[in-house]
C-alpha cells in the first residue's frame, strides 16, 4: 500500500461500506484519520488510524460472501432501526453487509458479503449481469403481456426498460431476467399492463442460483460459484 489507497474504496474494502456510501460517511465528518477529520479524496497508507464514528477500522482478512434467502418483510439495510433490517434478521458473527437491494415486498436470493470490490462490481449497471426473478401475478398471463413486458416498458420519469428474456412458467407465473435493476422495477413494468404482482422471487444473480435453500437460512458461497463470479468480474 505504498502509493496509499483511497479512503473510500479503504472502508468498502473493510465491509465498513460500499464506497458511495464511504463517501456519504466522509461528507458528514464521521471519518478520521490519525485524528483529523477526513475529506473526499483522501488516501490511506500503511500505519494509518483510521476511525468511523470514533471505531477503529482495518482491511479485513477473511472474506465472507454469504448466499441468503430473504424472506418477505425483511429490508435491505444496515440500520439497526429498522426493527426488521436484513443484519439483525441473519445474526451473523462478523460485519457484512447486502449486495444491491431487494424490496421488502419481495424474497429471494440476496448476497451478503464484506467484499466491498465484489458488491460495488456487481452493483454497477455497466457490468450488465443478468438477475432472474420468477414472478406470480393476478391474473392470467398472456401472450401480449410477455410480449410487452420483453420489448420495454415505461417506468420511472420516463425512462423505458430495456429489452430482456420474459417466458411464461404457468397460468399466473412467468419468468424474468434483467440486466439493470431500477427501483421496484419489475412491479411498475407489470402495473403498466394492468397486473398486480402478489409474488416476487429472485432466484438467480450471475451464476449464483438460490435453488433448495430454504426461506431465512444462509449458506457460505461455494469456492466454484466464487471464481466462476470473480472470473466474470475481473476480480
Known amino acids: 500500500m505504498s502509493e496509499g489507497t483511497r479512503l473510500n474504496k479503504f472502508i468498502?474494502?473493510?465491509?465498513?461500506?460500499?464506497?458511495r456510501a464511504a463517501d456519504?460517511?466522509?461528507?458528514?465528518g464521521r471519518i478520521t484519520i490519525n485524528g483529523r477529520t477526513a475529506v473526499v479524496g483522501d488516501k490511506v497508507f500503511?500505519?494509518?488510524?483510521?476511525?468511523?464514528?470514533?471505531?477503529?477500522?482495518?482491511?479485513?482478512e477473511e472474506d465472507i460472501i454469504l448466499v441468503f434467502h430473504k424472506p418477505r418483510g425483511i429490508t435491505c439495510t444496515s440500520d439497526h432501526g429498522d426493527r426488521d433490517n436484513v443484519i439483525d434478521f441473519i445474526g451473523y458473527p462478523k460485519r457484512i453487509?447486502?449486495?444491491?437491494?431487494?424490496?421488502?415486498?419481495?424474497?429471494?436470493?440476496?448476497?451478503?458479503t464484506n467484499n466491498g470490490e465484489l458488491a460495488n462490481r456487481i452493483m454497477r449497471a455497466r457490468y450488465d449481469h443478468?438477475?432472474?426473478?420468477?414472478?406470480?401475478?393476478?391474473?392470467?398471463?398472456?401472450?401480449d403481456f410477455i410480449k410487452g413486458m420483453s420489448?420495454?416498458?415505461?417506468?420511472?420519469?420516463?425512462?423505458?426498460?430495456?429489452k430482456c428474456l420474459v417466458e411464461k412458467v404457468s397460468k399466473n407465473r412467468f419468468r424474468i431476467i434483467l440486466k439493470q435493476g431500477l427501483n421496484r422495477q419489475i412491479r411498475r413494468m407489470c402495473e403498466y399492463f394492468g397486473y398486480d404482482v402478489t409474488r416476487l422471487v429472485r432466484v438467480r444473480i450471475m451464476n449464483v442460483e438460490l435453488g433448495d435453500l430454504p426461506v431465512g437460512k444462509y449458506r457460505d458461497m461455494s469456492k466454484g460459484e466464487r471464481e466462476e463470479m470473480f472470473r466474470r468480474l475481473g476480480i
Open 12 to 19: 468498502s474494502e473493510a465491509g465498513v461500506a460500499s464506497r
Open 24 to 28: 456519504r460517511l466522509v461528507e458528514e
Open 46 to 60: 500503511d500505519g494509518d488510524d483510521v476511525r468511523v464514528d470514533g471505531k477503529p477500522v482495518s482491511k479485513v
Open 97 to 112: 453487509y447486502s449486495v444491491g437491494r431487494l424490496d421488502k415486498d419481495s424474497e429471494g436470493l440476496l448476497l451478503m
Open 130 to 143: 443478468e438477475k432472474e426473478y420468477i414472478v406470480t401475478v393476478d391474473r392470467p398471463v398472456t401472450d
Open 151 to 162: 420489448n420495454g416498458v415505461p417506468v420511472l420519469d420516463g425512462k423505458i426498460t430495456r
